[in-house]
């Protein structure tokens, strides 16, 4: 294996020209835009990013496209991209202005640098163990919007990137880091700063960090690369003995790895299906349909045994796998109320559901179809999956259904987890937003015919426009609550309810004694009531914060388990 440099402008320009590509075995381009946010950070401050592997190859290897745009390398001899991708493709579109779409946003990712940041380090990086989805970083978080203007904005003038928003673009310390990598030129910037003259104090330290800052292109990347001798096996194998052993990789990357080594061109099967059910509203990870297809093929959801099934096995376990993933998600959207992977405590439910509809061959007795409904949302509602060894779990359900068992065997299983599967009072004290109760909190509301105070819209999670796009919201807003409550306290269930973001906004930092009264006057008792706010002037002020949680959790438990007894 030849050790090799390359400088990030270099491996920029390689991707350009085409010369650098992605083999298919690759996962595709997760990174949110904090990522991107974090990397640039790192670099800027020269730490350490880790080493790029590539493979020189002369076969012709199945390849799939990056996520900004190349021209056709003229030359037979490709470079194949094994390790970095996320990195370079980042670094790709910030340098050249490209734009791509990052994960969990709706438009291409711009970044800010502030002139002005401070000298130290503020810790901004996020953990997210198993790269799962999350809200649109586009807006703001919910607990964001309970936050005071000036509290965002102090947080904002410690951090020395940031993902861009309108109100910071306006901002003269501001500048766009595409636009900074554009010229060599310091001029329009200090300009728009307000400095005027070499005299000025800001002229050099502005002037040093922009230059410090286009110094990100010369940074360095060591280059592993491996020799063309090697066959596509052998690269595959490697690609998955390194990410493994470096924990870079989910597991259902290293399957994806291993099954398009043995089945070339799988991967453009599995994304066109993958879009199909994101057109029906569920924008799940790749790997879940991995593995399903793993659950069809060999009874169990794991992926350790992935390599050794055969490309015949693969193909039939897809082709079985695929009608059982439409009959699950036509079941939650249709039979359970759940339109979107938002609303599920985990995405395993889809295997197993799936699973049980090929199982009974898609013919199922109405009161069957009952009993699973029931099981499907008191699953979710108990986080069933999302609570111990989730695959383990899954398995255990998987053989009930392997040996002919239904609905009914797969509610003794999961009250033998859980215990009891009504809900209590006391299950929702401590519990937050995160809470799989919450999710089932807000399918009750919305059965029930919950609605914006304002607007008068039912609640839902597929509202165009920032205006009307859900929130949660805190009745009585962090702020009212910081001085005597501790943000675990302020984020309980029973304090939280459905609104849009322009009604949040609007709320602001007021206390529920002060905006609730005239909000009921004019929308009546009943827009409250749907959601199980009590409205009893005496348990609206800061001073009764305690009672109004324990009537309020009272009142939403009796919904929930209306609900799920319907």
């Known amino acids: 294996m030849a050790k090799a440099e390359a400088s990030v402008e270099e491996l920029v320009g390689m991707i350009e020209r085409g010369e650098l590509r992605l083999p298919e075995m690759q996962r595709r381009y997760v990174w949110r835009s904090t990522r991107v946010r974090d990397l640039l950070d790192s670099l800027y401050r020269d730490y350490p990013s880790g080493a790029i592997l590539l493979w020189e190859a002369d076969e012709a290897v199945p390849l799939q496209e990056f996520a900004i745009e190349q021209q056709k390398n003229p030359y037979q001899s490709t470079r194949l991209l094994l390790d970095g991708q996320q990195r370079l493709t980042s670094l790709s579109a910030v340098i050249r202005g ?15 640098f502030n002139l002005e940041h401070p000298d130290q380090l503020t810790v901004v990086t996020e953990v997210d163990e198993d790269g799962g989805d999350g ?55 200090l300009k728009r700063a307000g400095i005027t003259s070499f005299e000025d104090l800001r002229y ?39 990410n493994s052993l470096g924990a870079k990789l989910r597991s259902s990357d290293l399957a994806l790895a291993q099954i398009t080594a043995k089945w070339r061109g799988a991967l453009k099967i599995f994304q066109a299906f993958q879009s199909q059910c994101i057109k029906a509203g569920f924008d799940l990870d790749l790997g879940l349909y991995l593995k399903n297809m793993v659950a069809f093929g060999t009874g169990q959801s794991r992926f350790l045994t992935v390599g050794k099934l055969s490309i015949e096995t693969l193909q039939q376990a897809w ?62 509602a108990k986080g069933r999956y999302s609570r111990g060894s989730s695959e383990t779990l899954l398995d255990q359900d998987l053989a009930i259904l392997r040996a002919g068992g239904g609905a009914e065997e797969l509610i003794d299983r999961l009250r033998s987890q859980v215990g009891r599967l009504d809900i209590s009072a006391g299950e929702l004290e401590g519990r937050n937003q995160r809470s799989a109760l919450f999710k089932t909190m807000f399918l009750a509301f919305r059965a029930d015919g919950a609605k914006d105070w304002r607007s ?19 009745i009585f807003p962090k702020a009212v609550l910081k001085s005597a409550y501790t943000s675990r306290e302020s984020d309980d269930i029973a ?33 409250f009531e749907k959601q199980c706010i009590p409205t009893a002037q005496v348990l609206l002020g800061v001073a009764s914060y305690k009672d109004f949680l324990r009537n309020r959790r009272e009142l939403i438990v009796k919904r929930l388990n209306d609900f799920l007894s319907e």
């Open 204 to 242: 050099e330290k502005y002037s040093q960090r922009l230059a410090k800052l286009r110094g990100v292109r010369k940074y360095v990347y060591r280059m592993d690369v491996l020799e063309r001798r090697l066959s596509y096996d052998e690269v595959t194998e490697i690609f998955v003995r390194v």
């Open 456 to 474: 008068n819209l039912a609640i839902a999670l597929d509202h165009e426009g920032a205006h009307h796009r859900l929130q949660f919201h805190h």
């Open 319 to 380: 082709k079985d796998s695929v009608p059982g993933m439409e009959f699950a998600i036509n079941f939650l959207r249709n039979n359970a109320g759940i339109n979107g992977p938002a609303l599920l405590s985990s995405p395993f439910l889809l295997v197993a559901l799936g699973y049980y509809g090929h199982k009974r061959n898609y013919q199922i007795a109405e009161d069957e179809s009952r009993r699973l409904r029931y099981w499907v949302l008191a699953a979710n």
């Open 135 to 189: 809200e649109d970083d586009e807006e703001l978080t919910d607990e964001e919007a309970d936050s005071s203007e000036d509290e965002l904005q102090k947080r904002f003038d410690r951090m020395t990137f940031v993902v861009a928003t309108r109100k910071l673009e306006q901002l003269p310390q501001w500048v766009k880091v595409t636009e900074v990598f554009k010229t060599d030129s310091d001029a329009q910037f």
């Open 98 to 112: 490209e734009q791509v779409n990052v994960r969990g946003r709706q438009r291409p990712i711009e970044l800010l």
């Open 495 to 527: 304090n939280l309810c459905f609104i849009s973001g322009k009604t949040n906004r609007q709320i602001s930092d007021k206390e529920p004694s002060q905006y609730l009264p005239p909000m009921i006057e004019k929308a009546g008792k009943a827009a």
